[in-house]
């Protein structure tokens, strides 16, 4: 007899289970970075000194502009500078009386009149006129009625300078047809 042949359960066909691989490594997620400018260059403070020297030129071509200036008050008899435009006076281009200049200082007064209020330009002209004509003579060595070359100017406070006390008022000689002198009017 043959022995009988015991049915073995049939065992499926298992695979064995794949290797397992770990997954690749993951890549860092982007990283929002600002924009970075390259590092400046080092000028070795070649800025600093360049504005420095602007600057330094600057004051430079305004001190060489203003250096003649005098203000209009602090001018004294003998004083040469050149006539200013316009009608309110504070600074005015001061010159040795050998260099070119328009106009000539002959006397510094102190107004006389009535002092209680501001005076009119006419009341400051007829004060100038009485104060400045015998000093002309006195000055230049000519008789102002009968001279034909040179005339007379004056400066008197502004409204401001007379609210400050300033009474002065300030003579000069200039050429009757306004070209420039190179030398001083005062005779010898």
């Known amino acids: 007899m043959t022995d009988p042949i015991t049915p073995q359960p049939s065992q499926p066909d298992v695979q064995p289970p794949p290797p397992v691989v770990p997954p690749p490594p993951m890549a860092p997620p982007p990283v929002e970075s600002p924009e970075v400018a390259p590092p400046a260059k080092k000028s070795g403070g070649r800025g600093a000194i360049i504005i420095i020297g602007v600057i330094v030129a600057f004051l430079a071509i ?10 209009a008050g602090d001018l004294k008899v003998g004083d040469c500078f050149n006539t200013p435009s316009g009608s309110t006076v504070q600074t005015v281009e001061h010159h040795p009386c050998t260099e070119s200049h328009t106009a000539e200082v ?16 006419l009341t400051f002209s007829s004060f100038a006129e009485a104060a400045c004509k015998p000093v002309f003579q006195t000055y230049t060595g000519r008789d102002f009625d009968l001279e034909t070359e040179l005339t007379i100017g004056y400066f008197y406070p502004s409204r401001d300078g007379w609210s400050g006390g300033d009474r002065t008022v300030t003579c000069y000689v200039t050429r009757v047809d306004d070209n420039p002198m190179t030398k001083s009017v005062k005779s010898s």
């Open 62 to 71: 305004v001190l060489y502009a203003v250096k003649d200036n005098l203000s």
């Open 106 to 121: 002959i006397h510094v007064v102190e107004y006389t009149g009535d002092t209680s209020s501001y005076p009119i330009s």
